[in-house]
């Protein structure tokens, strides 16, 4: 599903019509009611849930499992990407296709494995696959080829899986990079912003080329918020900020 279109400025200088999505971070839910949570949430303007799965190693700690996206899988139409914080990650491959995912994203810090052949192996099994880059990473030399075999791209902006950690600006910078790299290849791969996402940083999130948003507790798992309610905040801000960018007509 697609949240409202915006307008950016391509680096050729002609308009482009972009759409946003709106995605809930499912490891932010309650997990006592995630099932309410979840519930909640298909009633709001959120067009995307963002699953974490974590081996205990890449990032040094559990949240989501495959068996939880496959019980919430019946309660939804929408779409279901599915955030590898994993080395080896082709191991999880078989039990995500059948849970229901949609994109699988992998990191290209992960290891054991080349990230290029599990994202071959991704697209093979039926998924769409995704490449995930930490905010201390910078690009590897071989990301033109990914970007060439994905429909996602995660530029983290905060450490890997923890709720709460300090923003890092540095992931603005992988995005914006890879968004001239897909605008030279008139791509229109998704750069999703993972991390710290809040209101405020919604002008600073846009310039750098992002259009996906991973919502967390920043702003629609807020405590004592609806989720309804802090998803429909969040779109305003987020449609408030669009609005603002400076202005896209050529002369």
């Not at 994203?105 to 995704?130: C, K, P, S």
């Not at 923890?162 to 998704?190: H, V």
């Not at 999130?205 to 996906?212: P, V």
Request: some cysteine; proline content about 6%.
């Amino acid at each position: 599903m697609k949240c409202s279109a915006w307008m950016r400025w391509s680096e050729k200088g002609s308009l482009e019509s972009m759409n946003y999505q709106i995605a809930a971070s499912m490891s932010c839910a309650n997990p006592i009611h995630i099932q309410q949570d979840f519930e909640r949430l298909e009633q709001s303007v959120v067009s995307a849930y963002h699953f974490d799965l974590c081996d205990g190693l890449f990032a040094p700690t559990f949240l989501l499992n495959p068996a939880v996206i496959g019980a919430l899988r019946p309660l939804s139409r929408k779409r279901f990407d599915v955030h590898l914080y994993c080395h080896y990650p082709s191991r999880y491959l078989e039990e995500l296709k059948k849970s229901g995912a949609d994109i699988v994203v992998v990191h290209v810090e992960a290891e054991g494995e080349n990230y290029l052949d599990v994202i071959r192996q991704i697209r093979g099994m039926g998924m769409q696959a995704g490449v995930g880059i930490l905010p201390t990473s910078t690009l590897p030399d071989n990301i033109d080829e990914a970007l060439e075999l994905v429909s996602l791209v995660v530029a983290n902006t905060v450490g890997p899986a923890y709720a709460g950690q300090p923003f890092n600006p540095d992931g603005l910078r992988n995005s914006k990079n890879i968004r001239e790299k897909l605008n030279a290849r008139g791509l229109q791969t998704e750069i999703a912003a993972d991390g710290s996402v809040a209101a405020p940083r919604l002008p600073a999130f846009l310039q750098a080329g992002y259009d996906h948003f991973i919502c967390g507790t920043s702003s629609i798992f807020k405590p004592g918020l609806d989720l309804v309610d802090g998803a429909a905040q969040f779109k305003q801000a987020l449609d408030q900020a669009l609005a603002s960018q400076p202005s896209t007509h050529g002369g």
